[in-house]
C-alpha cells in the first residue's frame, strides 16, 4: 500500500515538495547555527582583579618615570599655550601619565582600598604640584606676558566642562576593564585634559594673574572630581569592589561635585546669555548694514549684570562713519531685541593701509 502510495505520479509531486521543504529547513538551520553559533572566542572577556589591581598600583607609584614625563608634559604644555597651539598642547596631553593614578583613586573607593587610596593621592599631589611648578618656571624663564586665547579658554568652566569630565572619566575607567579597547586610554586622556588646566595655573601665577588662575583650578578639579566619582560607579557596575565599601567615598565625591556645581552653573548661564547676546548683536549689525555703512562688526563683549547688560562693540569704520545718534538707536534696536537694558559702547577701529613707494636708484661710484 505504501509503495503504490509512493508510485503514484499524483502524490509524487508532493513528497517531492515536501522533500525540497525539508532541505530547505535543514540548510537554513545549518547557516543558522553557524551564523549564530557557540561564538565564545570573540566574547569581550573583562579584565580579572588581580591583573586590573597590579596594573592601577603600578600606575599609582610615583616613579622616576612618571616625574619625568610629567615634568615634560607641563613644558610642552606651557609651551603650547604660551605659543597658542592647539596640536602642542594635545601633544602633552597624550604623553601625560597623571591619569593612570586618578583612575587608581576611582578604583580605590570603588574597592574599599585604603591603602590604594592613599597611595594614589600622594601621587596626584605630588604631580600637581610639579606641573604647576614646570609651567611657572617655564613661564617665568621665557619672559612672555601676553595672555593667548588657549589660555583664556581654560579659566571659565561650565557645566560643559563637567559633561566632558564626567563621560572621560567613565571611559577611562571603562577603558582599564576591557584588554581589547585599552588603546582608547590616549583618547580619554586628549578629552579630559588634565595638565593643560595646572599649565595654565602655573602660567597665571607667574604673570602674577589671581583669576585666571582660580578658573583654571576649578577647571581642574571638575575634571578630578569627576573621574573618581563617575569611574568608581563604572567599576562598580562593572563587579568592581562593594557600594558599602565605597559609600563614604561616594558620599564625599557627591558633596565635592554639588559645591563645585554652584560656579559652573552660573559661568554656563553668563556663557548662554553672551552667546545669545552677540548673535542678537550680529543679526542686528548685518540687518543695519545700510545704515552703518563701510562698517565690518570686530568683535563684541558682554558682562552680565544684575539689572542690565554692559556691551562693548568694536568696528572697523572710517572715524567719522557713525554719529552718537545712531549709537543710541543702535542701543534701542538692541535693548527690544534683547528684551534687558543694555549700556552700549562702541569702539571705532580706524583702518588705515600705508604702503611704500618701490623707487629703483642707482647708486654710481666716482
Known sequence: ???????????????????????????????????IGDW??????????????????????PSFSFHF????????????????????????????????????MAYSIAMGNRKLLNRSSLTVIKGIILTITM???????????????????????????????MAAGSAGAFANTRRSISSALPGVAIAVALVPPLSVVGI?????????????????????????????????????????????GLAMSTAIMFILGVPLTLSMRKMIIKKNVRYEISSVVMAEAETLDNTTLKSVNVIPRKKHLDVVIELAAPIDSLSQAEV???????????????????????????????????????
Not at 48 to 54: E, G, V
Not at 139 to 163: M, Q
Not at 236 to 241: C, D, E
Open 135 to 165: 609651567s611657572w618656571l617655564t613661564t617665568s624663564i621665557i619672559g612672555l606676558k601676553t595672555i593667548e586665547s588657549e589660555i583664556l579658554s581654560r579659566t571659565n568652566p561650565t557645566l560643559i566642562d563637567f559633561g566632558i569630565a
Open 328 to 366: 543710541d538707536y543702535l542701543k534701542g534696536i538692541l535693548s527690544n531685541k534683547i528684551g534687558k537694558p543694555i549700556n552700549l559702547e562702541v569702539k571705532i577701529i580706524p583702518i588705515r593701509i600705508l604702503k611704500s613707494h618701490n623707487e629703483n636708484r642707482t647708486i654710481s661710484n666716482n
Open 69 to 104: 614625563m610629567l615634568a615634560l608634559s607641563a613644558i610642552i604644555a606651557s609651551f603650547g599655550l604660551l605659543n597658542n597651539s592647539v596640536a602642542i598642547i594635545i601633544g602633552a596631553m597624550i604623553i601625560a601619565p597623571l591619569m593612570g593614578p586618578i583612575v587608581g
Open 204 to 248: 597665571a601665577l607667574s604673570l602674577g594673574n589671581q583669576e585666571i588662575a582660580i578658573g583654571s583650578s576649578l577647571l581642574f578639579l571638575t575634571n578630578l572630581i569627576c573621574i573618581i566619582f563617575f569611574g568608581s560607579l563604572v567599576f562598580l557596575f562593572g563587579s568592581y569592589g562593594n557600594i558599602e565599601r565605597a559609600k563614604s
Open 1 to 35: 500500500m505504501f509503495l503504490i502510495f509512493i508510485l503514484n505520479p499524483r502524490y509524487t509531486i508532493y513528497i517531492k515538495y515536501f522533500l525540497r521543504k525539508l532541505n530547505r529547513k535543514l540548510r537554513f538551520k545549518q547557516f543558522w547555527n553557524f551564523q
Open 40 to 61: 565564545h572566542w570573540i566574547k569581550e572577556k573583562t579584565t580579572p582583579i588581580a591583573s586590573l589591581n597590579r596594573r592601577l598600583w603600578r600606575l599609582s607609584v
